[in-house]
């Protein structure tokens, strides 16, 4: 009972943006960071890949799928020391806009178009609002960190050319 009651204390705490849900569900990273026995690629190897395959146009958690899926790698941290996005940025290869702020931009994209054809859909009016709440939200903390300029503003406008 009271292991419960602590759970659901510290669940209760976290946030999930703008949905009901509390779930604590995640993976976990293997405890050991040290590179596998079996791994049999270097990490100048699984540079060029990381190199090649962005230049294909893949965002780098598509890399990363890539390379767990087919080329065996678990982590890409603990065999080269770094993350595949610092990889990326250290070559010039990094898009300009961060991953997760470009999904949002997207889906936002998306929803506006939809919602040009379909005009009476309320509950796509109030999922875009929703979309773009957080758009600006992110926005914020990515010119905050400095990763984004600071004169940088999403505008509906405009966001269909910078996910194009």
């Known amino acids: 009972w009271y292991q419960r009651r602590v759970r659901e204390a510290v669940v209760s705490t976290q946030s999930t943006g703008h949905t009901p849900g509390k ?7 293997p405890y050991k960071r040290s590179v596998p026995t079996w791994q049999k690629l270097t990490p100048d190897e699984v540079k060029e ?10 965002t780098p958690s598509q ?7 087919s080329h065996g790698v678990n982590q890409i941290k603990h065999l080269t020391g770094t993350k595949i996005l610092r990889i990326l940025r250290a070559k010039g290869l990094a898009s300009k806009i961060p991953e997760d702020l470009y999904h ?28 773009e709440s957080r758009v600006h939200k ?9 990763v984004l300029p600071p004169n940088w503003k999403y505008e509906s406008s405009t966001a269909s050319a910078l996910v194009a």
Do not use: C, M, P
Request: hydrophobic share 40%.
């Open 104 to 131: 949002l931009i997207k889906k936002a994209v998306a929803i506006r178009k939809h919602l040009e054809k379909n005009r009476q859909d309320k509950d796509s009016k109030y999922r875009l609002i929703l979309i």
């Open 63 to 69: 890399i990363g799928v890539i390379l767990r899926d």
């Open 23 to 29: 779930g604590i569900s995640q993976s976990a990273l």
């Open 49 to 58: 890949t990381i190199y090649k395959l962005s230049k294909k146009g893949l």
């Open 138 to 146: 992110l926005a914020r903390y990515y010119k905050r960190k400095s």
